[in-house]
């Protein structure tokens, strides 16, 4: 199971962004098939949302979404590959084993790219 706020986008254009950006080819039919959790509250977590004190905004807001997509959906795992720290302890009340994945130093190389771009 994978939760998407891209609830504007079909299952096959998700996996084709996969394929085009990762370069990654997922199964698309069979047994092994990969589901999708449409989350209709990803405006919780959307900067524009929060003119100030944005990322406290962002990661209060993460837990209405994270709310919403245990209601959907309880994984065996919860992987979080978008850095919704808040949702880590929401998910570890239901007993759920929780992994994530962060990018610090790509964040950290765009952080500096914008700021030196004289640089590289």
Known sequence: MIYTGDVDATREQ???????????????DGPDDIHFA??????WVEASRYPFLTLL????????LGWEALLMCI?????????YAFTL???RLCRLAVSVCIYY??????LI???????F
């Open 14 to 28: 998700i996996l084709e962004r996969a394929r085009q950006r990762f370069n990654i080819r997922l199964p698309r």
């Open 38 to 43: 449409f989350l209709q509250r990803r405006m």
């Open 57 to 64: 905004g962002q990661s209060l807001g993460s837990l209405v």
């Open 75 to 83: 994984p065996d795992i919860y992987f979080d590959s978008m850095g």
């Open 89 to 91: 302890p929401l998910f």
């Open 105 to 110: 130093t790509f964040i950290f190389c765009i």
């Open 113 to 119: 790219y914008s700021l030196f771009p004289s640089m």
